[in-house]
């Protein structure tokens, strides 16, 4: 009997071989690895021409939630948004299925996001950023294109953290009680809004600087749409303010939502209730690292450090409700 494997490394060879033979790529194109995070990320060098190589762990998405994905991107794509598209092959196929040891794994080919990554934006383009991002939700606002990867309804977040830490948590009952709470506090907080408050629809669910490239003129151009999902808008923004762990600049996301409502204005709820989504996804990171750590690929999360992360949750609850 052959022993399981939870997460194999392809052939780099192989692949190259793959994807040259569905898409008539030089045999002469380059493969690099680049990174393993929730997939594993490949540069394809054809020529003058770059792709990247995206190969989806195994049982991390569905197939339904992937189509969904590629027919987002191209919506996008053909509304007026620069970012990585999927690639169709020679039978105009995007998504490939790789027996892998562990099972099957899908592979898309992506078109490649031109400039850099800068992790410390300029006022200016912060701006830009959100001009940008406000561009994207007007597209995305009430629009159902199928299944999506993640879901960001506040019950569904809620539940899945308090199944996941509450075996992490035995031992430290009053951080998971805490939780129980605020799980009553934020369902308290959100059970009379309706769509005229908080606008709902397709977020990119990952919005930070590791998913998007800035040209030397300041074009962005998006990519990684992994964690797409449905939810209200502006838990993207949420999730923009909470990177640098909430130490970002006022004046940087002063800028960018004075971009993004050049676009869509935001009402005085949303404005009101973004500290509560920065929150949202800081549980959502927690829930989610504390699932996948295995103590290989990431590093495993002891129980005190959860429980030390919970306390500061509760001192951000607190500093949101003196905000208003």
């Not at 898409?23 to 990247?52: C, H, M, P, V, W």
């Not at 989806?56 to 987002?72: A, C, D, F, G, P």
């Not at 299944?147 to 830490?165: M, R, V």
């Not at 990177?243 to 939502?257: C, G, Q, R, S, W």
Request: hydrophobic share 40%.
């Amino acid at each position: 009997m052959t022993f399981p494997i939870e997460y194999s490394s392809l052939s780099t060879k192989a692949l190259l071989e793959l994807v040259c033979s569905k898409y008539s790529l030089s045999t002469i194109s380059n493969i690099t690895f680049l990174k393993r995070g929730f997939n594993d990320t490949y540069l394809i060098e054809s020529g003058a021409t770059k792709y990247i190589l995206r190969i989806y762990k195994h049982n991390w998405r569905s197939v339904e939630s992937i189509e969904t994905e590629l027919k987002l991107l191209n919506y996008l794509k053909e509304n007026g948004i620069a970012l990585s598209i999927p690639m169709a092959d020679n039978q105009k196929q995007y998504i490939h299925s790789i027996d892998a040891p562990e099972g099957i794994r899908y592979a898309v080919l992506f078109s490649y996001a031109e400039g850099e990554q800068i992790r410390k934006l300029s006022i200016e383009q912060a701006e830009l950023l959100g001009i940008q991002t406000g561009k994207i939700h007007l597209l995305t606002q009430n629009r159902n294109l199928g299944k999506t990867a993640h879901n960001y309804d506040i019950e569904h977040q809620f539940e899945k953290t308090l199944t996941t830490l509450k075996p992490i948590l035995v031992n430290h009952t009053n951080e998971y009680n805490f939780l129980i709470q605020l799980k009553g506090y934020f369902t308290e907080l959100f059970i009379d809004i309706d769509k005229t408050q908080l606008a709902s629809g397709i977020c990119h669910g990952d919005l930070q600087a590791e998913n998007f490239h800035i040209t030397k003129n300041n074009q962005f151009t998006f990519f990684d749409f992994d964690f797409f999902g449905e939810g209200y808008l502006i838990y993207d923004i949420g999730v923009f303010i909470w990177y640098d762990h909430k130490n970002k600049p006022k004046e940087i996301v002063d800028a960018f939502l004075k971009g993004y409502q050049t676009q869509r204005k935001l009402s005085e709820k949303e404005i009101e209730f973004l500290p509560y989504f920065s929150t949202l996804r800081a549980l959502f990171q927690m829930t989610l690292y504390c699932q996948i750590s295995d103590g290989k690929q990431l590093p495993l999360w002891p129980a005190q450090q959860v429980a030390d992360f919970i306390k500061k949750v509760e001192k951000w609850i607190a500093n949101a409700e003196k905000i208003q």
